[in-house]
């Protein structure tokens, strides 16, 4: 009698979950960490013709926790961002209405890399939204969003969907 019992117990949730029978039991793992950022400098490699249209912007922002994180405790230094962009029209401290970007930023953050990209970034409404293109290590797959910090308020927030 307990042996049909069980057997009856183990078809019951092989046909009420289709997916367990399938083999299909992943979920997948959302995580949204906040970095300080701070930015290293930034190099203007200028294009042909003169003025800022087409130059290329490259800066580096040193990560570090907002609270325990990625095997880290709070303030903790956790990896680097390599941040770059081609300037389409004029910017300046005082304005960037107008003008847009096609920027890239690789993550580089203990277990792996999480590269953002797109192109035609408006740049005078910020916050600048990034969507998650490629990720590795850990975050192979990754999709997402990693929102870019400003100097009011200088945290990168990454909402990241793992496979």
């Given at each position: 009698?307990?042996?049909r019992?069980?057997?009856?117990?183990?078809?019951?949730?092989?046909?009420?979950?289709?997916?367990v029978?399938?083999?299909?039991?992943?979920?997948?793992?959302?995580?949204?960490?906040?970095?300080?950022?701070?930015?290293?400098?930034?190099?203007?490699?200028?294009?042909?013709?003169?003025?800022?249209?087409?130059?290329?912007?490259?800066?580096?922002?040193?990560?570090?926790?907002?609270?325990?994180?990625?095997?880290?405790?709070?303030?903790?230094?956790?990896?680097?961002?390599?941040?770059?962009?081609?300037?389409?029209?004029?910017?300046?401290?005082?304005?960037?209405?107008?003008?847009?970007?096609?920027?890239?930023?690789?993550?580089?953050?203990?277990?792996?890399?999480?590269?953002?990209?797109?192109?035609?970034?408006?740049?005078?409404?910020?916050?600048i939204?990034?969507?998650?293109?490629?990720?590795?290590?850990?975050?192979?797959?990754?999709?997402?969003?990693?929102?870019?910090?400003?100097?009011?308020?200088?945290?990168?927030?990454?909402?990241?969907?793992?496979?």
């Amino acid at each position: 009698m307990a042996r049909r019992l069980v057997s009856l117990a183990a078809l019951v949730l092989l046909a009420a979950s289709p997916a367990v029978a399938a083999g299909k039991t992943h979920k997948a793992h959302t995580l949204t960490l906040n970095l300080n950022i701070s930015q290293h400098g930034t190099v203007r490699t200028p294009h042909p013709p003169d003025g800022d249209a087409g130059d290329v912007f490259t800066t580096t922002l040193l990560l570090s926790n907002t609270v325990p994180a990625l095997n880290h405790g709070r303030g903790a230094s956790v990896g680097s961002m390599l941040f770059q962009y081609v300037l389409h029209g004029k910017c300046s401290t005082e304005s960037c209405a107008g003008a847009t970007a096609d920027i890239v930023a690789t993550s580089r953050i203990p277990g792996g890399t999480i590269i953002c990209a797109e192109n035609g970034v408006k740049l005078g409404r910020p916050p600048i939204v990034l969507p998650i293109t490629k990720g590795t290590g850990a975050f192979k797959g990754a999709t997402g969003s990693v929102t870019i910090g400003a100097e009011s308020n200088p945290v990168n927030t990454y909402h990241i969907t793992l496979p």
